[in-house]
């Protein structure tokens, strides 16, 4: 790709036109709120100020209809050039900044674009660039931070996890005492260049130094212990030259992204934050400075701390995740100081109470004074929808209900209008009439559903027999070798499948067309996994869209847009549904497509459920009850699913689980009580299985070693779980102690990577993990589904996969042979299990796998 600089391309070139899915906010929708919103005045190219304040956090990067994402793709096919992304990543930063500044936001930021990752930006600023990847110095380009995203034919990815407690993932800065920093990336300033020849004055948008060293972690080979704060001396220089090319350019304001404060920090930490600031203090003179704290209530003594800074002009708080944070500024507020009050909900699709909110400014008034408070969104709309406008198939009821990012930017200007004295009556009152109608519609509520919600509240769940004794009793009936294989549960979704779903929604081909259609791929799937060697297979899910939005078209209380995508990591975006009503299952919504996938093979066919916690968190959940009793209902459809799955025979069920950790709430206080609903949740859909049922579930790409007691309180029987882009962190809890007794399969391999790793590398890792878990629990599979891959990486990396799966097996037979240990250890008798595979030498070897005596000794070998 060369070494071409992540953001060099002419600021006007190419750039007047706004993208045609982006009109004018006069445009948004037909309700009154979007039809009143002014267009602000120009004078020779530049924009006046109004004496309103108003702020965005940040935007959704991705575009309207997802511009970015084909954009990308195509550049990481080699089918455009760079200067091809780069125009289209122009043409987006544009548009947004002209869309706010059209509505009338007086503070809009910049650097909230990104290629991939605004973390990852920040490891390209400070040139924080792991050895691997082969830089050395220069201005950071698409080569090397691609590489760093996504790996490359030689080298892994850097790991990537969930940002707080969203959906969306960020790309994990390795840090350790030798990394050497530089100024390596100018896109900040870049973009506030771009903007200002546009005549646009923008905020630059920062993550602090704190948050970015605290989301990191000790690089491979670094102690675990090592303390990334250490670093703090080593990276301000580098903000400082950032601050000084932005004041030589005209900046005014400076944003820091700062939400690690609203987590349990400890007096060191909250201590290291305030001598970094104010180390900063100098480099900061002649800039404004805004801190944004996000995602919920800041705790009192990091309040305090922050509150105490002197270089900060103005502080944002979280007002809808933030319940409490209006107790503290009554507390204390500092004299002079700015506001920035994140009313409008820049996590979900609801549109903003208008009268409420004000209220809550008029509160904030009353405390710092009406010319200090600046309305604002709560966190960045990043992680809501783009554009009502795009939704031209939602009723006019449920549409008049919803804001999307384009429309909370409209909300948070009529907010600061009205604050200021300009009040448009017309407008309030048409969101009042929204609100009264989304409060009274008979479709947001179902009497029957409440009953059976309040009636499970009387029990926990559990199955009635220990997880050790099901696994025997389902060994009996699978019969599965040591060391079993499977997938997630996708397969790739190719052009063709997706255009053939797009034909049977739109009805240009039949049911029994689509049938055929559908079978065929089944057929596909189905045979390469035997031919591979896998032994519990998957359908691929080639009739399934999403996993979430597939069940909630089939679930009542849900509705569904048609470009309401949100970015969850670079390329990757999902499409939300939306539930505004109580849930219920009208009937069965996968049992006829596993039924013809099971017929189709002698192995173990798994059905594949998405559990209610991972349905809920990656929804647009209705906020007008606690998110629990919306979890409960979903549990409630899915053990409908569950039994009658079961009963057409399916003797292994998946119940995916990915988003369990994702809703773990950011302050110690409150996780028990979402842990205790949310594994309570997932009991309720498979608690009246019978004992031969192998109940699965599947985590990825979040932090689960501090949750490990909940993980095992779920009781599945088998769990399959990210563990290799994260350089094997889960092992770590098994190496401290802990034991799991279900079955686990931590992956073996990154799906989000094109690179494919040798048996011998995966080999590599499974003998890992035989030093940590029995032998008799462990399974091997990938670390997510494949949906996002090509054919031809699956069938390289599982044909790998596979291999080292046999490869190890064989040598566990090679070391009971060694101690000569296997005759007095094992006794051939019926009541063992004879199962047979390929060794490597392709003989058949009869291996002895199950009902050994407990004299074995583990260090010898277990099985």
Not at 119 to 144: C, H, Q
Not at 247 to 274: C, H, Y
Not at 581 to 601: E, H, L, N
Not at 651 to 679: K, N
Request: aromatic residues 10%.
């Amino acid at each position: 790709m060369g070494q071409l600089a992540l953001q060099r391309v002419s600021p006007l070139a190419s750039l007047p036109r706004r993208l045609p899915s982006l009109p004018p906010p006069s445009s948004y929708s037909p309700s009154l709120l979007f039809a009143t919103a002014s267009r602000r005045p120009r004078r020779h190219g530049l924009y006046l100020v109004r004496a309103m304040s108003s702020h965005i956090v940040g935007y959704p990067r991705i575009g309207p209809k997802r511009e970015l994402k084909f954009a990308l793709e195509s550049f990481w096919d080699g089918k455009t050039a760079a200067n091809d992304l780069q125009t289209v990543a122009a043409n987006l930063r544009n548009s947004i900044w002209k869309h706010m500044a059209d509505a009338g936001i007086k503070y809009i930021p910049s650097n909230t674009f990104s290629y991939y990752d605004q973390m990852l930006d920040t490891t390209a600023m400070l040139g924080a660039v792991p050895s691997r990847y082969g830089w050395k110095n220069g201005e950071i380009g698409f080569d090397v931070y691609f590489s760093m995203a996504r790996g490359n034919d030689s080298v892994p990815a850097m790991e990537m996890t969930k940002w707080f407690d969203t959906n969306y993932h960020y790309i994990v800065p390795e840090l350790g005492p030798d990394v050497e920093f530089s100024y390596a990336s100018h896109k900040a300033v870049d973009e506030f260049k771009e903007a200002k020849a546009l005549g646009i004055d923008t905020v630059p948008v920062l993550i602090g130094p704190m948050t970015y060293l605290l989301l990191s972690k000790p690089a491979k080979g670094v102690d675990k212990s090592f303390c990334l704060l250490s670093l703090i001396d080593k990276i301000l220089p580098i903000y400082k030259e950032v601050f000084d090319d932005l004041k030589s350019a005209g900046a005014r304001w400076i944003q820091f992204d700062e939400p690690i404060l609203v987590m349990d920090l400890d007096t060191n930490q909250l201590q290291a934050f305030s001598d970094a600031y104010s180390h900063m203090e100098s480099s900061l003179a002649g800039l404004n400075v805004l801190i944004a704290t996000y995602f919920a209530d800041v705790p009192a003594e990091a309040y305090k701390t922050l509150t105490s800074l002197k270089c900060v002009t103005g502080f944002g708080f979280d007002f809808v995740r933030g319940l409490e944070t209006l107790d503290l500024i009554k507390g204390g507020f500092p004299r002079g100081k700015l506001l920035f009050a994140g009313v409008v909900d820049g996590r979900n699709i609801w549109a903003n109470d208008l009268s409420a909110s004000l209220k809550t400014l008029q509160s904030l008034e009353e405390i710092v004074g009406k010319d200090k408070v600046v309305v604002s969104t709560s966190c960045s709309l990043l992680h809501t929808a783009v554009d009502l406008v795009n939704e031209v198939k939602l009723d006019k009821e449920l549409k008049s209900w919803l804001a999307f990012a384009a429309q909370k930017v409209v909300e948070v200007n009529a907010l600061a209008k009205s604050f200021s004295g300009v009040k448009d009556e017309a407008l309030f009152s048409s969101n009042s009439m929204g609100q009264a109608s989304r409060r009274s519609s008979p479709r947001v509520t179902n009497a029957a559903v409440q009953q059976d919600v309040a009636a499970v509240k009387k029990s926990d769940h559990r199955r009635s027999t220990e997880v050790s004794a099901r696994l025997q009793s389902q060994q009996k009936k699978l019969n599965l070798p040591a060391l079993p294989t499977t997938t997630i549960g996708s397969f790739p979704q190719t052009t063709d499948l997706r255009r053939i779903r797009r034909e049977f929604k739109a009805k240009k081909i039949s049911d029994i067309d689509y049938v055929q259609a559908i079978k065929v791929e089944f057929e596909k799937v189905i045979k390469l996994q035997e031919e591979l060697g896998i032994d519990v297979l998957v359908h691929g899910e080639a009739e399934r869209n999403d996993m979430v939005e597939f069940f909630g078209e089939q679930l009542s209380g849900f509705a569904f847009t048609s470009n309401g995508w949100v970015q969850s990591y670079g390329s990757r975006c999902v499409k939300p549904p939306i539930i505004y009503g109580d849930v219920t299952r009208p009937k069965a919504m996968t049992v006829f497509w596993s039924s013809m996938a099971q017929k189709m093979t002698q192995h173990p066919m798994k059905g594949m459920l998405t559990g209610p916690v991972t349905i809920l968190n990656w929804s647009f959940v209705r906020n007008d009850q606690p998110r629990h009793e919306t979890c409960f209902q979903i549990a409630l459809a899915i053990k409908d699913e569950v039994e009658d799955l079961e009963k057409a025979g399916i003797t292994v069920i998946q119940i995916d689980e990915a988003a369990l950790r994702e809703g773990l709430p950011l302050r110690r206080s409150e996780q028990e009580f979402y842990l205790d609903w949310a594994v309570h949740a997932f009991r309720i859909t498979n608690c009246d299985v019978q004992d031969t049922t192998q109940i699965h579930t599947h985590m990825c790409y979040s932090n689960f070693n501090d949750i490990i007691h909940s993980i095992i309180n779920m009781d599945a029987d088998v769990i399959t779980i990210e563990n290799s882009r994260s350089d094997e962190k889960l092992l770590s809890v098994f190496h401290e102690g802990v034991k799991y007794g279900a079955g686990i399969g931590p992956g073996v391999y990154d799906i989000h990577s094109p690179r494919i790793p040798s048996a011998e590398e995966i080999a590599e890792r499974i003998n890992k993990m035989l030093a940590v878990l029995d032998s008799k629990v462990l399974w091997v599979n990938p670390d997510c589904g494949l949906k996002t891959r090509k054919y031809s990486e699956v069938k390289s990396a599982l044909s790998n996969m596979v291999a080292a799966a046999k490869l190890v097996r064989s040598e566990l037979i090679k070391e009971v042979n060694k101690r000569g240990r296997r005759k007095r250890t094992w006794k051939i008798s019926d009541k063992y299990l004879g199962v047979w595979f390929r060794g490597p030498s392709s003989c058949r070897l009869k291996f002895l796998v199950n009902s050994f005596r407990s004299k074995v000794s583990h260090s010898l070998f277990t099985l």
